[in-house]
């Protein structure tokens, strides 16, 4: 299930709990495409603190719209992904290196309120001459 989270105009920002469906991609895919729509520059929050796994159609979803992206992967700026599970942890990192134009970073449970701020922190850096 995704649950959409209050976020900034510049952030896409998510709960991910039970299982992942196909389906649930009817949300996350228009919340993403929306926040690229009226910004250059976007975050994206996952909260995957209660997430167990997804189904094949969910993987192939989520496959496909990377790869309609690649193209715009550096319009992604952050990426913080709030979990305690390992293989999680270990995806996150390797997205990390896969991804140089985004910088990802893992959270854990508890600590929604800083990932937010550092998802958002890109706006300040780009205002500041960074990034």
Do not use: C, Q
Not at 34 to 41: F, T, V
Not at 53 to 82: C, N, Q, W
Not at 90 to 112: C, I
Request: net charge negative.
């Amino acid at each position: 299930m995704i649950e959409t989270l209050p976020a900034p105009e510049f952030v896409a920002a998510f709960r991910i709990s039970g299982t992942l469906h196909s389906a649930d991609y009817d949300v996350l895919i228009p919340a993403i495409e929306s926040k690229l729509e009226y910004n250059e520059h976007i975050g994206v929050l996952a909260d995957m603190t209660d997430f167990d796994h997804m189904t094949a159609g969910a993987l192939l979803r989520d496959l496909a719209y990377a790869m309609s992206k690649l193209g715009e992967y550096h319009r992604f700026r952050r990426a913080a992904v709030i979990a305690d599970k390992r293989w999680i942890e270990t995806t996150t990192k390797l997205a990390g290196k896969l991804f140089p134009n985004t910088e990802a970073r893992l959270f854990h449970a508890g600590e929604l309120e800083e990932a937010m701020r550092w998802v958002a922190g890109f706006r300040s850096d780009l205002i500041n001459g960074g990034l």
